[in-house]
Each structure stands twice: as C-alpha cells, then as structure tokens.
C-alpha cells in the first residue's frame, strides 16, 4: 500500500511547499529556530546528545558541478568542532552519479566502504534489499526537524517499513527550448507542444530553417545513463499515453506507446536526422548537450531542473520551459523524484557521527541555498521560506511544476529495467531493429532479467 500512496502524497507535498512559498512571498512566518543544543554540542533529542564522538568517518559523494563541497565542508568542519576526538574525511568524486553508484556498489560489496554516502534516491530498494545500507528510524525518532519534512517526502524514503534515506531536493524536468532559435525557426517563442509529435513538428522546422543549431536531443543507450530513461523514454511512453509500470509495479514489456516511443526515437535519429549522431558514441552526452542549450546551438531538450541555474542569466532569457506534452489533449505532466539522498553504509562502525553528519548537513539554511544555487524544489518545507530561495521565479515554477508529476515506483531491481530501457533505445536509434520488434526484444530483456511473472503487455 505504500507504494500505492506515494504518488498522490508526493503531489500533495508540493502543494504544501507551493503555500509556504506564497507565505513566504508575502511576509509569512518566522522560520522554525534551531533544537537547543547539548552541551556538547549536539542537538538535544540526538543519540549523541551528552556525549562525545570519536574515531574517523568518511563522507562519500560525487560532484562535477562544484555546487556541495562548500556546504560538505562547513558541515564536516561544524561536527569536528563541536567532537574534538572526531575526524571527519571527505571523499569528493569528480563523477557523474551513474559512474559513482557503480563504483560505490563495488566498494560496499567489497567491505570497503564510506560511512556516508550521497546517490539517487531511485535506489532505495536496490540497496536495502542487498543490505548495504542501514534504517535510519532510530535517529528520525529523536530528530525534532523531521517535522519539516512534508508527508510525501517522508514516504518517498519509506521502503519495506523502514526509512533509509533523507533528500534535499527533489526532482523535477522541463523541456527546454531555445526561444531566440524557434523565431528563427517561424516557431512562436511561447511555445507549447502539441503532443510528442509536437516535438518532432518544431525540430524538423529547426534543421530546415536553421541550420546552426542542432534541432533536438534525445538521449539513448547506455551512454547516458540514467537519462536515458528519465529523459528519454519513460517521458515518451507517457506522452503517448501509455505506463512503464502497472498498479501492482509490474513492468510493461510491450504496448502500443512503447512501440510510439521507439517510432519516436527512429524519427529523430534516423528518418529525420533530427538528433546528433553522436549523441550515442560521446562520453557525458548530457553535459556536452546541456553546453550546447546554453550556448544556443541546440533547440530542444528535455533535461533535469536542475541543469536550469547552470546557464548565464543572458543564456537564461533565451531558454525558455514547458512541462512533458501528452497526445490527444492529454495533461502536460513532468518526471518527479527525490532527488540525490544521503545514506548511511550498513557496515558504518560509526553510525552515530555518520547520522550527525547527516542532520548537520542538512539544515534548513543549507537546504534552500543549495538549491537556489542547484536549482531544485527543497525537501525541506521551511526551507523554501528562507528569502533567497523564495525570490527565485524558476524555483516557484519548479515547485509549481511537481503538482504535474508523475513517480516510477520504487524496484530493487531498477537497473535491470533501466538497462533494457537502453538496449531498446539504441536498437531503435541506430536501425538494429525497427520499433515493433525493438520493443517486443524490450519485453524479452525484461522477462529474462525480472522473470516472467513481473512483466506485463501493455
């Protein structure tokens, strides 16, 4: 049943952030004020308070943006004063999250792992499931911010009955455009899509009117990851108005909107030539795709909020967003998530200072200028209220946009599916099969990597 409820309780958290933001807009109220402290220095109501901790913990995170290492440090060097015996050691990664999560597997399997680290919250069920990470009940219990943490955040971390992870940004999409290209183009700079066929319509104006800017990317195959499916496919079966998942969380192997959303794909690679080829052979695509929007060399692109504040605020002006289009009339919709988490290790011989860890960093302050300056929706719902945060238009909208977003159910075994998702993406996209008998091989990975019995036709 939990699972069942996530997505109407996450909706129902950015309605609750939407009114903080207008509180907050308008005068509002007083932010909530710090627990009292301990005298060591530690927060009253923690399994630390009274006590100091020792030893060394390790903090574990990628980073190729360099937004968090500022707060990690101010967090680390806060913990380090208030526990004189405790050496905190920072182990930043210049990765991208997939490579990281890779790697971080390898180390937890390995028994040589950080005390805390810092992926996706998709991956709850893969990690609890595999018991390499630890419940974090025990702490939320005596954590008197837990309060600030809307219901629907709260269920998004729940998986087996236990919470194993705490978000600061949630996640949210946008297809991007590039406004002074689409005037170019004939193409209105307010632009709304007519469905994903609307995508298509306005790229191929792109690449006959334009011929300096790249007309649309859309990421396929294993080479980008987890975008691939967050950006690429799921959108599309959605759009054209089909599920990945049925209501019990089975996976759907075949249906007339994955068999579209393969079509899809085929146009834009190859029918069209809409899409840059090399989009399936560059290391990073999505960096190098996210540039190019920036730079105003690409026209279209669906991508992650967060990718938003990473532009110049002339390139800003240019770029315009709209939510996902849905065919035949169908509601614009985008892709939620909890975003990146912090987790601590199941091996962790230092739980309690990798929980203080945990609380330091994530304080209302450092919640909302985190994500002012990496733009996402705050977890926290008094972070909003904090006023650089509440003064961001493209902040609002993001919060706005999330009454609009549709969840994948939590599965221990997502990079399965994920995986399919590119074999198909890629069959599609390079010709290897046409979309029908990509989408029916789609069906085959997934029975032989699920099982039978946890894949559905659509």
């Given at each position: ?50 006590r ?45 999250s ?40 025990e ?17 998004g ?37 007519d ?7 306005a ?42 998942q ?38 990073r ?48 919709f ?21 929980w ?13 200028r ?30 706005n ?38 989408a ?19």
């Amino acid at each position: 049943m939990r699972h069942l409820s996530r997505r109407r309780a996450l909706q129902g958290t950015l309605a609750l952030a939407a009114a903080a933001l207008a509180g907050a807009c308008g005068g509002g109220t007083r932010p909530p004020q710090p627990a009292p402290r301990a005298a060591t220095g530690t927060p009253a109501g923690s399994p630390a308070a009274g006590r100091s901790l020792s030893g060394t913990l390790t903090v574990s995170y990628p980073d190729e943006l360099g937004k968090k290492p500022p707060y990690v440090e101010r967090a680390a060097a806060e913990l380090q004063r208030a526990h004189s015996g405790l050496t905190v050691r920072i182990d930043q990664r210049k990765q991208s999250s997939g490579e990281f999560y890779t790697a971080l597997l390898h180390r937890l399997q390995q028994g040589d792992a950080p005390d805390v680290f810092h992926v996706s919250g998709e991956r709850i069920g893969e990690l609890a499931d595999a018991g390499l990470i630890a419940p974090l009940d025990e702490y939320l219990a005596l954590w008197p911010d837990w309060r600030y943490y809307p219901e629907g955040v709260r269920d998004g971390v729940h998986y087996q009955n236990k919470v194993w992870a705490v978000p600061y940004g949630l996640d949210t999409r946008f297809l991007y455009y590039r406004r002074d290209a689409f005037v170019r183009a004939g193409l209105p700079p307010n632009w709304q899509p007519d469905g994903p066929q609307g995508i298509l319509a306005a790229a191929i104006a792109l690449r006959d009117r334009v011929p300096d800017v790249a007309p649309y990317a859309l990421y396929a195959g294993a080479i980008a990851d987890t975008g691939t499916a967050n950006h690429g496919f799921i959108p599309l079966v959605w759009g054209y108005g089909g599920e990945v998942q049925d209501r019990s969380g089975r996976w759907v192997g075949d249906s007339p909107a994955i068999r579209k959303a393969l079509a899809h794909y085929a146009r834009a690679f190859r029918e069209e030539q809409l899409t840059p080829p090399e989009l399936l052979t560059i290391a990073r695509p999505w960096t190098v795709m996210r540039e190019r929007m920036g730079a105003g060399t690409l026209g279209i692109l669906f991508e992650g909020g967060w990718v938003y504040g990473n532009w110049p605020a002339a390139d800003q002006r240019n770029v315009g967003y709209v939510l996902h289009p849905a065919e035949r009339g169908g509601q614009p919709f985008t892709i939620g998530g909890l975003g990146t988490c912090w987790y601590i290790s199941a091996g962790s011989r230092h739980k309690d200072a990798a929980w203080e860890f945990i609380r330091t960093w994530n304080s209302a302050e450092t919640v909302a200028r985190l994500n002012v300056e990496d733009p996402h929706p705050a977890a926290r719902i008094d972070a909003v209220k904090v006023p650089e945060f509440a003064g961001q238009k493209y902040l609002v909208d993001s919060t706005n946009s999330l009454e609009r977003a549709r969840f994948l159910r939590p599965d221990a075994a997502i990079s399965k599916v994920f995986a399919a998702m590119q074999a198909a993406t890629l069959r599609a996209a390079t010709g290897e099969h046409p979309p029908d008998v990509a989408a029916a091989r789609y069906g085959d990975d997934l029975r032989a990597a699920l099982g039978a019995a946890r894949v559905v036709t659509g």
